[in-house]
């Protein structure tokens, strides 16, 4: 049993889980499906040009893995303070919100990006160097560790 692993009877036992990290550029995308798969894992990006092409995208993945719960960074500022690209992302949320009927659900990402680059730096995965076109992934992935720790102890949603 590793820290990824809930009790059979939490809320989200058996559920797919779809993490994004919104990026003017590319949204990382990583999945999980709870106590079937080992951890979170990178799943890849979409190129974020316009809100029609994100939505085919995401819908295709979305149903690719049968998701049930998305859940979407949002950053702050390391004392909790919002940013302009904290009211971009909370804007990303409300439209995915409008176009998704899926559950969706906001995760700090505070310093994410930073974990995903010490993560890439230090893994014979990566050579030992940030590779720019895996790391929206990683940081996506590790928005889904830190949501299902924060739920671990919540067999509720």
């Not at 036992?13 to 990382?28: Q, R």
């Not at 798969?37 to 092409?53: E, F, L, S, V, W």
């Not at 992934?137 to 924060?150: K, P, S, T």
């Amino acid at each position: 049993m590793n820290e990824f692993h809930l009790a059979p009877e939490h809320a989200l036992n058996l559920k797919t889980i779809l993490a994004m990290d919104f990026g003017e550029k590319f949204i990382g995308v990583a999945t999980y499906c709870v106590n079937r798969d080992p951890y979170p894992t990178p799943y890849g990006r979409i190129a974020n040009k316009g809100k029609d092409q994100v939505v085919k995208e995401l819908k295709i993945i979305l149903d690719n893995e049968c998701v049930d719960l998305i859940v979407i960074g949002l950053p702050h500022l390391v004392d909790g303070k919002k940013t302009s690209s904290t009211e971009r992302a909370q804007n990303f949320v409300n439209m995915i919100r409008e176009q998704i009927s899926l559950p969706i659900e906001e995760q700090d990402e505070t310093l994410s990006t930073f974990e995903a680059e010490s993560r890439m730096k230090s893994s014979p995965q990566y050579n030992f160097q940030v590779n720019l076109s895996q790391i929206d992934a990683l940081a996506a992935c590790v928005i889904l560790e830190d949501f299902i720790r924060r739920k671990k102890d919540r067999p509720h949603l």
